[in-house]
């Protein structure tokens, strides 16, 4: 759930910067927060529907997806900012949606092996899985 909720925000974030003509940081800035807010939702709602309050919720979702998601989002943005041109790319252009691409993809194969380690050792998103 939280690299999906994570790709999410990041994406979401990425386009509204653009369309909006914010500068590079606060763009990324906004990203981050929407990659974060929507990594923890996700990972949130089914605990939710499984009878856990908010706070119970908010603890496990944050204690799962912290650090998977701070490593996506370095990549990803760290990414964003060095491939030539991409974030200035406009909406509708080939090299903003192939760099957000190929960002997310390789942020994602960087999230892996801590997901693996964390859940092999009952951390990360193992903490989530027992509860739903």
Avoid: Q
């Amino acid at each position: 759930h939280c690299l999906a909720g994570c790709a999410i925000g990041e994406v979401a974030g990425m386009v509204i910067g653009t369309a909006l003509g914010w500068g590079n940081l606060e763009t990324i800035l906004l990203a981050i927060a929407l990659a974060f807010l929507s990594g923890y939702a996700l990972t949130m709602l089914p605990l939710m529907r499984s009878g856990y309050g908010v706070k119970a919720a908010t603890r496990l979702a944050l204690a799962a997806d912290t650090a998977s998601i701070a490593v996506m989002e370095v990549v990803d943005n760290l990414l964003m900012w060095v491939i030539p041109g991409a974030m200035d790319a406009p909406l509708d252009s080939p090299l903003f949606w192939g760099s957000l691409t190929i960002a997310l993809l390789l942020a994602g194969a960087a999230a892996f092996p801590l997901n693996r380690w964390l859940i092999a050792r009952g951390l990360g998103h193992a903490l989530a899985h027992v509860h739903h």
